[in-house]
């Protein structure tokens, strides 16, 4: 049953790297008029926030403006944010006991204020994009050029572009992060173009004005991956979303396991979350391809959890011979010449060449390296059992409640 699952895994990565190998994305002039705000929600945002704003208002391409939205900081967020010009930079203040009840409400208080704010005066919703970044991200000089021609399309919702770890040499758990998130942008999300897919992330997601407001008063959610939510809302609301792989937003990687593995517990619980929405794919009118690779991305988590645990009695079961005579384990391990030692490969390194080739073709590192650290990727990823099982756990106290992820200082560039 293991095998069977890990066969079916591998059949249905191939099945997406082929997929993202074909075409090349073609760039296309902005449509006329075409108005950019960039959307940062902040809770105690000084370390960054500063240099951030400093990157995006150097950007090229179409017009744009930014909303930062101070979720009740602490720190000296505001201030920082007061620095700069207001008519091209403009604070929305949050206060508690309204403020701080999670980044899908800091954006709906966003969505509301933008009806009213001068940046958007005499604009049409259908012609205005909302960015969604993080206080952290820094977005390629080239990115809104890029992302502004799949507006072109009226359907098109929303664009993600990918994302980066730009701290990636800070240490092996930075590095193995950068890999997780190229892996996952250039295989899955360019896969996904084609089959009609596309999932949003939390940071560089353009969404277009009309088709938030075409949710509700409130199109984000309470859930702890408001970024998956929304992604598959806009799809079941009949609207496109796209991904576009010539640019990317770089943000600061987790240094530390322990606030990789809260973090992770955040996203798996959020993950979880979704999975109300599957009944609603089901039943909607998607494209079959497109139905079923939303079914089967939001119930991968079951994945993560159990096929360990069903290969468990199998390894259980050769601890208990080689412990009770190692020359009898030997022999089930070379009586098939090596054949058994191969497929065990196979089975859990299986995937690392094809990671290290995307991860090599895109510059990131030389090819040996490349091999190595999609090696070292394989083991990484069973953190994801711990973070998983963590937010189970939660799932099952009830407790939803997360500290943010802690940033460091930087300068811009």
């Given at each position: 049953m293991a095998n069977a699952a890990v066969i079916v895994s591998l059949v249905y990565l191939a099945f997406l790297f082929v997929n993202s190998r074909r075409g090349r994305a073609e760039l296309l002039p902005a449509p006329d008029g075409l108005f950019v705000v960039f959307v940062i929600p902040c809770l105690n945002e000084e370390a960054v926030i500063g240099a951030t704003l400093d990157?995006?208002?150097g950007l090229p391409g179409c017009d744009s403006a930014i909303l930062v939205v101070d979720d009740a900081s602490t720190d000296g967020t505001a201030n920082v944010v007061r620095g700069f010009d207001a008519r091209r930079v403009e604070l929305l203040q949050r206060?508690?006991?309204?403020?701080?009840?999670?980044?899908?409400?800091?954006?709906?208080?966003?969505?509301?204020?933008?009806?009213?704010?001068?940046?958007?005066?005499?604009?049409?919703?259908?012609?205005?994009?909302?960015?969604?970044?993080?206080?952290?991200?820094?977005?390629?000089?080239?990115?809104?050029?890029?992302?502004?021609g799949f507006f072109r399309d009226p359907r098109a919702g929303a664009v993600q572009i990918g994302v980066e770890m730009r701290n990636a040499d800070a240490n092996l758990l930075a590095r193995l992060q950068d890999m997780e998130f190229f892996v996952f942008t250039e295989i899955f999300q360019r896969a996904r173009q084609r089959i009609g897919s596309v999932g949003l992330g939390g940071n560089g997601q353009f969404v277009r004005l009309s088709a938030l407001r075409s949710l509700g008063d409130e199109p984000w959610t309470d859930c702890l991956t408001e970024d998956l939510d929304l992604g598959v809302r806009l799809l079941l609301a009949g609207w496109r979303n796209h991904y576009c792989p010539t640019a990317s937003v770089n943000q600061q990687a987790v240094t530390e396991v322990r606030r990789w593995l809260r973090q992770r517990s955040r996203w798996f619980q959020g993950h979880l979350q979704c999975w109300r929405l599957i009944p609603r794919i089901v039943r909607s009118p998607l494209p079959a391809r497109a139905a079923s690779d939303l079914v089967w991305y939001l119930t991968l988590p079951v994945a993560v959890l159990l096929i360990p645990l069903v290969g468990l009695p199998v390894f259980a079961a050769f601890v208990m011979v080689a412990i009770a005579s190692p020359r009898d384990a030997l022999q089930i391990v070379f009586a098939s010449h090596g054949m058994l030692l191969l497929l065990v490969y196979l089975f859990a390194f299986g995937p690392a060449y094809v990671y290290a080739y995307v991860y090599w073709?895109?510059?990131?590192?030389?090819?040996?390296?490349?091999i190595v650290l999609a090696h070292l990727f394989e083991l990484y990823s069973h953190l994801w059992l711990i973070a998983g099982w963590s937010a189970v756990i939660r799932v099952a106290r009830r407790r939803r409640g997360w500290d943010k992820t802690a940033r460091v200082a930087e300068t811009a560039g």
């Open positions: 990157s995006l208002l206060r508690l006991p309204d403020a701080q009840r999670g980044k899908g409400a800091a954006l709906n208080a966003a969505c509301r204020h933008l009806a009213t704010s001068p940046l958007l005066a005499g604009r049409a919703p259908e012609d205005v994009v909302v960015a969604v970044f993080d206080a952290d991200g820094r977005i390629d000089r080239a990115a809104l050029t890029a992302v502004s073709l895109r510059g990131r590192a030389g090819l040996v390296r490349a």
